[in-house]
């Protein structure tokens, strides 16, 4: 789980999905969210859906992202997001 999490956009990406886990949302809707660069937040989208941490819902026009059901990941995360403060 920290591999995955390397950074302090892959936590805040994660919190905001975790925090959220029924949203479903676009590239541009979550650097909204997050208050970061589309570009970066698209690639760090991209690393989640790698880490099975997000799913990717892929249209012919726009990818919505959203948190995973697997319930062993998201008590992983959930743990793994008790050990750290906000960002």
């Given amino acids: 789980m920290d591999k995955t999490l ?9 919190r ?6 029924s949203s479903i949302d676009t590239p541009r809707g979550v650097s909204t969210w997050v ?23 892929r249209s012919s026009s726009t990818t919505g992202y959203g948190y995973t059901r697997n319930a062993k990941i998201v008590n992983k995360i959930e743990q793994f997001l008790k050990k750290r403060k906000p960002s």
Wanted: proline fraction near 3%; avoid cysteine.
């Fill in 6 to 14: 390397n950074s302090p956009l892959h936590v805040k990406i994660v």
């Fill in 16 to 21: 905001f999905f975790h925090e959220n886990q």
């Fill in 35 to 57: 208050r970061e660069d589309r570009n970066r937040v698209r690639q760090v989208l991209e690393d989640l859906v790698s880490a099975r941490i997000l799913v990717a819902h």
